[in-house]
């Protein structure tokens, strides 16, 4: 009973390729996001959706696509990859605006060689 | 915008000493605030957070942390470290997203990773 999945865990590819990651969440949260932690820790929000509505788009690449099939679920599709997208991607949610934690799946250790 | 600074990267205390990760914010409004741990290979999780009211605010596994709004601070303390708390630690505050989005914005600080000697 999981409540912020990732698939896969691990993702190793080659430079050019398209890609994606999923996410779903069984907490019944309205608001997913999207992260990017680099090879130093840090992290940093790249998308967030609210009831499947575009919410936060940060500076990001547009070969960096998410999608939000339903309010469970926040995909991330990467095209033409490149050295620099490696990276462990995190998804995470919460709950309205009401609720102020959120809460983080395992993330996605992606290595493009 | 909103920035978090944690002073210290790394922080190795022996076990059973006392833990104090430090973490100051600046904000333009009163912040909501947060800690999250991170052990390796794994994804965050929350620790403790303070939003309104008590200033000094109680965890999981023992962790507190004060508001300092004076100091803007909320440092993290554990009286007595244990071994299983060697993890990175990350503090961050969040903004009031799009008024009515019903949606926030978590920003991080770089973290600092936690070593307990034996």
């Known amino acids: 009973d999981t409540a912020v999945s990732q698939t896969p865990k691990y993702l190793v590819t080659q430079m050019g390729n398209d890609k994606s990651i999923k996410c779903e969440q069984n907490l019944g949260h309205d608001t997913m996001y999207w992260y990017k932690q680099d090879s130093k820790k840090f992290l940093k929000i790249m998308f967030s959706y609210n009831n499947k509505e575009l919410i936060i788009n940060e500076t990001v690449p547009n070969r960096f696509s998410p999608k939000s099939p339903d309010k469970a679920h926040l995909n991330l599709h990467i095209n033409s990859l490149e050295l620099g997208d490696s990276a462990v991607y995190f998804c995470?949610?919460?709950?309205?605006?009401?609720?102020?934690?959120?809460?983080f799946g395992p993330g996605t250790r992606l290595t493009v060689t | 915008a909103q920035s978090v600074t944690q002073l210290g990267s790394h922080v190795s205390v022996s076990e059973g000493a006392l833990v104090l990760l430090r973490c100051n914010y600046s904000?333009?409004?009163?912040?909501?605030l947060f800690w999250y741990v991170q052990y390796p290979n794994q994804g965050l999780q929350l620790l403790l957070k303070y939003t309104t009211g008590a200033t000094l605010v109680k965890g999981i596994n023992g962790f507190e942390a004060e508001f300092k709004k004076s100091e803007t601070s909320f440092h993290l303390t554990k009286p007595s470290a244990h071994m299983s708390d060697a993890a990175e630690y990350f503090c961050?505050?969040?903004?009031?997203?799009?008024?009515?989005?019903?949606?926030?914005?978590?920003?991080f600080g770089k973290g600092t990773k936690l070593s307990v000697i034996p």
């Open positions: 995470a949610s919460s709950s309205g605006m009401w609720a102020y934690e959120q809460y």
């Open positions: 904000s333009s409004v009163p912040p909501y």
């Open positions: 961050a505050v969040s903004d009031q997203g799009l008024s009515g989005a019903g949606s926030y914005q978590l920003t």
